[in-house]
């Protein structure tokens, strides 16, 4: 694809060998460019570059391209991630004077956008399944909403293991009840381009992709998008509030491009990867792994219980040669793959794991992970986040209510959240995993022992 738009500009600026007396620091100076190619593109606003706080013209005319390709009403780029378009649709509810209800298992960006803007989270149970929570069904959507009316519905969709949800039936539920519909699509970009039927573009009133999880896109960007023109304002407030006032111009430019690339290349190619990843799910499960299901070709979830093998032993035996997975959850080891891996990519994969399967020093290493049984308390959520707290070690943590969310990343979703008792298996699972948030130090924030609330929650 030739350079246009953004890219273009970029290209005509540093054709010119300009004197750089503007941000950034680096300047473009030779020596830098050697250590981070790509750099002499890195500019900041300019008579000629259009500004993101107020974009009128080439910024503004990438955004509309990309509104155009996603059939919205209006479309943001965003260069601080997924979370830039949370905390925006956050406050945008915040503004309603809704609550939200939510899926159990949000991203912690959701909990962090409603403990920082005094929004209440409502949250949904869903069942389970190997110890994991499935997608939210209708039923539990409409039970809570039922119970709430003051909610709006703020759902992931895809989750990271790329399972999906009936999203027109939640949207009936949500339309009879005169509520709103966002999503968290950051999983989901693609969807667009390879199931547009599926695409949560066609049901919410607003909505994110993460752009960068499975475009061809940098990290950090993502899109805002508007389909519900109640929902226009609120959207271009939020972003004014939220979005950085430096936003890097190669990472716009990759938006552009990525979401151009689907358009023109992506549909195209998306066939060909479906089939060759139909067919080497079909190989694994023969060769004896198993293969979580879901309906997206991007997310292949390899099940490594059945083989007997340790996954983090898998994990350091493919990355030996060469092959890094996206994540290890102790039993699925998750490849996330792109448009563009073709069939030399797969090749290789099936192989590495192959020839895993042949090392007898790997067998008879697995442990099934603790089943994450997640806290149970029902403490108002931000009301125990402004609790006074002490830290715990976590060790000691099991039957104290916390005052921070906890949980593993990824997928960076809450396993215990505030307001809730931390279990056993849970401290179980966070001493294993390889990173996690809410526990500093070996220490998790519970609430104090003698205050009003921790006395009401013991008496």
Not at 306 to 313: K, M, V
Not at 352 to 381: D, F, H, M, V, W
Request: hydrophobic share 35%; charged share 25%.
């Amino acid at each position: 694809m030739k350079p246009f738009g953004i890219k273009a500009m970029l290209r005509g600026y540093v054709r010119r060998k300009p004197l750089r007396l503007h941000m950034p620091g680096h300047k473009a100076e030779k020596g830098f460019c050697r250590v981070f190619p790509g750099a002499a593109e890195d500019i900041t606003e300019l008579s000629f570059s259009d500004s993101l706080q107020e974009p009128g013209g080439v910024l503004a005319d990438a955004e509309r391209r990309v509104s155009e390709l996603l059939g919205t009403k209006r479309s943001f780029f965003l260069t601080d991630g997924s979370t830039c378009g949370i905390y925006c649709m956050v406050y945008a509810e915040k503004k309603r004077g809704r609550k939200i209800a939510i899926n159990r298992n949000a991203h912690q960006s959701v909990y962090n956008a409603c403990k920082v803007l005094g929004v209440e989270p409502v949250r949904i149970e869903q069942r389970r399944e190997n110890g994991g929570l499935l997608p939210p069904s209708a039923e539990e959507v409409a039970r809570v909403l039922d119970a709430e009316p003051s909610a709006d519905v703020l759902l992931t969709y895809p989750d990271y293991y790329g399972r999906t949800f009936d999203l027109a039936a939640v949207r009936k539920i949500c339309d009879a009840r005169g509520r709103a519909l966002l999503i968290d699509g950051a999983h989901g970009g693609h969807l667009r381009y390879t199931d547009a039927k599926r695409y949560a573009g066609v049901s919410a009133d607003l909505w994110v992709d993460g752009v960068h999880k499975t475009l061809p896109c940098l990290t950090q960007t993502a899109v805002l998008n508007v389909n519900a023109v109640a929902f226009l304002s609120l959207a271009e407030e939020a972003v004014k509030l939220f979005r950085t006032s430096s936003p890097s111009y190669p990472l716009m430019a990759s938006v552009e491009y990525g979401e151009t690339f689907m358009a023109e290349k992506g549909v195209g190619l998306f066939p060909g990867l479906e089939e060759r990843v139909r067919r080497l799910k079909g190989r694994l499960r023969e060769s004896g792994y198993g293969i979580l299901e879901n309906n997206d070709a991007l997310k292949l979830c390899v099940d490594f219980a059945p083989t007997g093998i340790s996954p983090y032993a898998a994990e350091e035996f493919l990355q030996a040669r060469g092959i890094y997975a996206e994540m290890n959850d102790g039993r699925i080891i998750l490849f996330l793959l792109g448009v563009t891996t073709g069939k030399r990519q797969l090749r290789r994969l099936r192989r590495g794991l192959i020839a895993l399967l042949r090392r007898s020093s790997l067998r008879r290493t697995y442990q099934a992970p603790p089943e994450t049984k997640t806290g149970t308390g029902n403490i108002p959520y931000l009301e125990a986040c402004a609790a006074e707290a002490e830290e715990v070690p976590l060790e000691q943590s099991a039957g104290r209510t916390l005052a921070e969310n906890v949980g593993t990343f990824p997928p960076c979703c809450p396993l215990c959240v505030a307001g809730e008792k931390m279990t056993k298996e849970v401290v179980s699972v966070l001493k294993t995993a390889r990173y996690v948030f809410g526990v500093n130090g070996g220490n998790v924030k519970a609430i104090k022992k003698g205050t009003r609330l921790w006395n009401e929650e013991n008496s």
